[in-house]
């Protein structure tokens, strides 16, 4: 239930360092390609570049609070 959101934010996080770093070098960051360029790039978000992995991501986690409900709400034998 938690592993997926937190793998999703350690993607978006992990980005977000280099993007930082690229600003911060007076770059401009290319999200479809993953590089710093010197030319104003459009933005992407990471839902555009990888929906599988944020809608999959989702979906485990929902799935996970299902089978937690499921799990609280059955008698031990």
């Keep these: 239930m ?3 959101s937190l793998a999703l934010m350690g ?3 992990w980005e977000l360092g ?3 770093e690229c600003t ?3 770059g401009h960051w290319d999200y479809l390609e993953g590089v710093c360029r010197e030319m104003p790039q459009p933005f992407a978000s990471l ?3 990888h929906p599988l992995l ?3 991501g989702m979906l485990l986690s929902v799935l996970g ?3 937690c409900m499921v799990g609280l709400y059955t008698k031990r034998r």
């Design 2 to 4: 938690i592993f997926p």
């Design 11 to 13: 993607v978006y996080f």
């Design 18 to 20: 280099q993007v930082r």
């Design 24 to 26: 911060f070098g007076g």
């Design 47 to 49: 839902l555009q570049r």
């Design 54 to 56: 944020v809608n999959g």
């Design 65 to 67: 609070v299902g089978l």
